[in-house]
């Protein structure tokens, strides 16, 4: 069984620049969280995508956005790079038999390391 | 809205020693509790987690918390520390009448084990 990938490991851009990060679901899992994890700081939901459909959004702006694909994989794309968009970006998949199902178990990639200059 | 305070960032342990992390919700109604490691350079793997019933739950590597309503806390113990738990500790909550939103992380613990 295949875990939750992400790519790429490392990024480094400046700042106005676009960047899309991506995500490969566990195997079966239908439900795709991302996470922001600044330094020295706990995971900050951006948002979620339960079979394709965005279900739920954190407090990021809208140039943090996201796409979920028929294969469950997933893309975050963030428009007009700043600094304290240096971070940790987690992606984590689970399985959902409802959308409201919330005791479902996260299962998180080891994540992209975003750099801003 | 909900928000999670764990107390100490850093816990420093000798090897053998009970490992204690503390953790602390904020939710109008009892939310669903998790308690993530991360080791490393590495994504977050579960511990544990507590939905609905037995309020002690046992996690993986010896792990175990318990769940205290009155108390508003589900802290993280383990008998014995090892060296190979030293690492990052992060609690987390989930609403239980939002079921199906985002978890809410705490700031984390560090827990050091020297020998």
């Known amino acids: 069984e295949t875990g939750v990938t992400q790519s790429p490991t490392h990024l480094i851009k400046t700042r106005g620049q676009q960047v899309t990060l991506r995500c490969s679901s566990q195997?079966?899992?239908?439900?795709v969280s991302w996470y922001q994890q600044a330094l020295g700081q706990g995971p900050q939901f951006i948002f979620q995508?339960?079979?394709?459909?965005?279900?739920g959004r954190g407090n990021f702006p809208p140039r943090f956005s996201g796409l979920q694909f028929p294969n469950y994989s997933s893309e975050l794309n963030v428009n007009a790079l700043e600094l304290d968009d240096s971070a940790l970006y987690l992606c984590?998949?689970?399985?959902?038999?409802?959308?409201?199902?919330?005791?479902?178990?996260?299962?998180f990639g080891p994540g992209t390391r975003l750099t801003v200059l | 809205a909900q928000s999670v305070t764990q107390l100490g960032s850093h816990v420093s342990v000798s090897e053998g020693a009970l490992v204690l992390l503390r953790c602390n919700y904020s939710s109008s109604v009892p939310p669903y509790l998790f308690w993530y490691v991360q080791y490393p350079n590495q994504g977050l793997q579960l511990l544990l987690k507590?939905?609905?019933?037995?309020?002690l739950v046992k996690g993986i590597n010896g792990f175990e918390a318990e769940f205290k309503k009155s108390e508003t806390s589900f802290h993280l113990t383990k008998p014995s520390a090892h060296m190979s738990d030293a690492a990052e500790y992060f609690c987390a909550v989930t609403p239980a009448n939002q079921a199906g939103t985002a978890l809410i992380f705490g700031k984390g613990t560090t827990l050091s084990v020297s020998s």
């Open positions: 995508y339960y079979r394709e459909e965005e279900n």
């Open positions: 507590y939905t609905t019933g037995a309020t």
């Open positions: 984590a998949s689970s399985f959902r038999l409802a959308i409201r199902q919330g005791t479902d178990t996260q299962y």
């Open positions: 195997s079966g899992h239908n439900t």
